[in-house]
């Protein structure tokens, strides 16, 4: 890579960007590569002298304090710091970024009102955006999971189970291992506290999995402590042991306050199970320095209340008084009525106005939509009004070619060679196949437009299908065999094309002595399944779904004739009718074509 003294403004500019987004993929593992690349970034952003830049890079600094050195105080003042340096549509865009980083602060500090308004104002930001970017949904994701673990503990559950199971969804879509191994661990907290170690040890293989698979220490040593606690609790005491030794050589490697503190804390959890209470008592009160010093006041809390349950085990009732005082002083500062009414006062507020804020999307999308359809309906006069003057104005001229080469061929005085009789031919043959074809092309055109739908008996449809058969039926010796149909709502012209042409395809591509064609009707649920089988030539497989495709043709025209739309046709209208169509092979020869119709709920007696 250049140095950056080479490079112009923009390659400045592009580097930082990739500083950054590298950073932000490392947010899930909290990994201590944050602080580096957040200097260079902000190293460049001081030499073009950019203040937009120049912010974000000192709110990317203000993560790392959060995440690894765990200085909650310092964090929130670099974050409010480099926040107040941008300006306009930029700091517009990076205003979750920054309530989000903001949020996790006040979270780890056991200040959930101020941590859940920022976390609020995070998704009301991205939520309405009409697009969100990778990083936006990154972004979403870690404000939906914190929410849920805001309060996700024993005595307080204000925590919905929504918030997790988006954040996990949105993880899994943006390809976020970090953030889908938390809520794996988060899922495990849950099923611990139901006392189901299975499900729990089941959610932190996975979770810690993923973390390998990434290589985030951090979450390692968070997953590790976890799993010793779960698998002592399940009896293998030794196996438990042995992954507590792996979170503890996590924390070396870390140097972090807080994941030292949360191992010494579920080591501690794991001595009182084996009731080895002065174990479990001088791992506490390590865990009370570490949370101490960094003031995460929701930790310390639920170790007071660890702490009160192993003096009481040792039968030190004095002290675990102490500590059981001191636990409920502290639920009581981080819970009071007031602190209470706001989060809840706050939770309902912010889904009031995202309901407030779909329901104006939704208008605003209905209001496209009745744009769209009008547009379609303008758009469909237009095409009709032209395949009208196109029938008139293509058809004439074809008309007026074949009447004067008759007129030609009459009018000779010298008889025709057989090469000149050839080519007039071809003349009248030509066409005979362009009026042909605008017929059947104005026949797909107008399927779209239903005139009407009414009830029509299929019993008549067939009837009048071989009454215009007769003349094929009886050249070919062919014979139409049908059960009793039903009567489906439809239109009347439509069902008759659809009959005409399965029929008559059945009869034409057909090389048997005696063509056979059998119609035939089942009821599956809410649709009529009708078949219409012959014993014709058959369809090779490749071509089963291409046949209903306009000018699919398997022959040529010297084979057989047609225009190539006749099963495109057929398809148009069953579609149109709200079903489907496909064709088979027949056992011992032949096709089946099989549609469906909506069943009526009430058949009349005659049908």
Not at 109 to 121: I, R, T
């Amino acid at each position: 890579m250049p140095t950056s003294g080479r490079l112009n403004r923009k390659q400045i500019e592009a580097e930082i960007s990739g500083l950054l987004h590298t950073s932000w993929d490392l947010v899930s593992k909290r990994n201590s590569e944050i602080a580096e690349l957040s200097s260079k970034a902000l190293a460049l952003a001081e030499q073009i002298n950019d203040n937009n830049l120049k912010g974000l890079c000192i709110l990317e600094g203000a993560l790392y304090q959060c995440l690894v050195k765990s200085d909650y105080h310092l964090s929130i003042k670099m974050s409010d710091e480099g926040y107040a340096m941008m300006k306009g549509e930029f700091k517009k865009r990076y205003a979750p970024y920054y309530h989000l980083n903001v949020g996790r602060n006040y979270h780890f500090m056991g200040d959930h009102v101020s941590a859940q308004h920022n976390y609020l104002e995070c998704v009301k930001c991205i939520e309405s955006m009409s697009e969100q970017n990778q990083f936006e949904l990154k972004w979403l994701a870690h404000a939906y999971y914190n929410l849920y673990i805001l309060f996700n503990f024993s005595g307080a559950e204000f925590a919905q189970a929504e918030y997790l199971q988006k954040a996990l969804t949105i993880y899994k879509q943006i390809g976020d291992v970090g953030g889908e191994g938390n809520c794996y661990n988060s899922y495990a907290v849950y099923y611990f506290r139901l006392n189901n170690y299975t499900q729990a040890y089941e959610n932190l293989q996975r979770a810690y999995a993923l973390a390998e698979q990434e290589q985030a220490t951090s979450l390692l040593s968070i997953y590790s402590a976890n799993i010793g606690l779960v698998k002592v609790k399940m009896g293998e005491v030794e196996t438990g042991f042995t992954f507590f030794d792996k979170a503890q050589h996590y924390d070396l490697e870390l140097d972090s306050p807080y994941h030292h503190a949360h191992t010494q804390n579920q080591m501690g959890e794991a001595f009182i199970i084996l009731e080895r209470y002065e174990e479990a008592i001088e791992r506490f009160a390590k865990a009370l320095q570490y949370f101490e010093s960094i003031g995460v006041k929701r930790s310390m809390s639920n170790t007071y209340e660890q702490m009160a349950k192993a003096y009481a085990g040792l039968g030190n009732h004095e002290r675990a008084y102490h500590y059981q005082q001191a636990y409920a002083q502290s639920l009581k500062d981080v819970f009071s009525d007031e602190k209470t009414f706001a989060v809840a006062k706050a939770r309902n507020d912010f889904e009031l106005e995202m309901r407030d804020q779909e329901a104006r999307k939704l208008r605003l999308k209905n209001k496209q939509i009745e744009q769209y359809a009008r547009q379609l309906e303008m758009s469909n006069d237009e095409l009709r009004q032209f395949a009208h003057v196109a029938s008139h104005d293509l058809r004439e001229p074809l008309r007026m070619v074949s009447s004067y080469v008759q007129l030609l061929q009459r009018s000779m005085d010298i008889p025709l060679t057989g090469d000149q009789q050839e080519f007039m031919r071809y003349i009248l043959q030509g066409t005979h196949t362009m009026q042909n074809l605008i017929s059947d092309l104005l026949a797909l055109a107008a399927i779209s437009n239903v005139r009407n739908s009414e009830l029509v008996d299929l019993n008549i449809i067939v009837q009048q299908v071989k009454s215009n058969l007769q003349p094929v039926i009886e050249e070919r010796n062919a014979v139409i065999k049908s059960t009793l149909l039903p009567a489906v709502i439809a239109d009347e012209t439509h069902m008759l094309q659809l009959f005409l042409n399965l029929i008559s395809n059945g009869i034409k591509y057909n090389t048997s002595t005696q063509p056979l064609i059998e119609i035939s009707f089942a009821t599956s649920g809410r649709y009529y399944q009708f078949s219409v089988a012959d014993n014709g030539i058959g369809i090779p497989a490749e071509y089963k779904e291409k046949i209903f495709l306009i000018f699919q043709r398997l022959h040529s025209k010297e084979e057989y004739s047609g225009t190539g739309i006749g099963l495109a046709i057929c398809k148009k209208i069953v579609d149109q009718a709200g079903g489907t169509i496909k064709v088979s092979s027949r056992k011992g020869g032949g096709s089946i074509f099989t549609f469906t119709l909506p069943v009526i709920e009430h058949q009349p007696e005659s049908v």
